[in-house]
């Protein structure tokens, strides 16, 4: 079955960075283009980063542009989702997804800026 594991989550301050990693298994990783979802508190989730199957074409969210990158490596079956110039509004829970495989969520890794 299919199955998303994040990790790389934690406690940072106001421009701080934290790298975000998030390892796949059950699907053909290579096939698939990868996404980072977040859900902050009272809030829905949304969409932050989205990258190919070849990793050559990658969409941001406006609020992250120029701040957050997306990569892969597809001989690890891991997406990536490197934090630079962290926020107050960046807290939140992060999460994984497979666009092609509706309704596959992995548990999620809590990032919160806090000073």
């Known amino acids: 079955q299919v199955q998303l594991v994040e990790s790389g989550g934690g406690l940072v301050q106001p421009g701080g960075s934290l790298r975000l990693s998030c390892v796949a298994s059950?699907?053909?990783?290579?096939?698939?283009?990868m996404s980072w979802y977040r859900q902050a508190p009272g809030k829905e989730r949304e969409l932050v980063a989205i990258?190919?199957?070849?990793?050559?074409?990658?969409n941001y969210a406006d609020s992250v542009k120029g701040r957050f990158t997306i990569s892969r490596d597809n001989a690890k079956n891991t997406v990536y989702l490197q934090m630079n110039s962290l926020k107050f509004e960046d807290t939140a829970v992060y999460y994984c997804?497979?666009?092609?495989?509706?309704?596959?969520w992995g548990q999620g890794t809590q990032v919160t800026v806090s000073s």
């Open positions: 997804n497979v666009p092609g495989l509706p309704g596959t």
């Open positions: 059950g699907f053909t990783f290579s096939a698939y283009r």
């Open positions: 990258i190919s199957t070849t990793g050559d074409d990658t």
